[in-house]
């Protein structure tokens, strides 16, 4: 129960805050670098990744209702380079994004929520 009042008044804040912010929720990482490498271990951290983004969505989908986009790769709404998926949600004059960041095999993989300006 304190996740979801967390996440939810971290989302409340951005989207009643001026100007853009995002926030590194959680990161995942596969440990060592024979791990990073295994295909197999590689493709079950990243269902895993993408089923609690899932879970985040549904909590943040309490208050803001449904996604108004989804989708995988980048997203203009997303000052980032390196998102793989995500979910946006529009509040008023506000975006508020729910996103997963992954660059390369060794890099982990992190969930980020913030607001563009």
């Given at each position: ?11 409340m804040q ?47 989908a ?11 790769g ?17 509040v ?26």
């Amino acid at each position: 129960m304190t996740e979801s009042i967390d996440l939810l008044a971290l989302a409340m804040q951005y989207v009643c805050a001026r100007g853009a912010a995002c926030a590194e929720i959680e990161t995942r990482k596969l440990r060592g670098s024979v791990a990073a490498h295994d295909g197999d271990r590689v493709q079950k951290l990243q269902r895993r990744v993408s089923a609690r983004l899932t879970s985040l969505q549904h909590l943040l989908a309490r208050e803001f209702g449904d996604p108004s986009e989804r989708g995988q790769g980048l997203h203009v709404a997303i000052p980032r380079g390196d998102i793989v998926q995500f979910a946006i949600w529009r509040v008023g004059e506000r975006t508020l994004y729910l996103a997963v960041a992954h660059d390369r095999r060794e890099s982990p993989w992190i969930i980020l929520l913030g607001v563009s300006a």
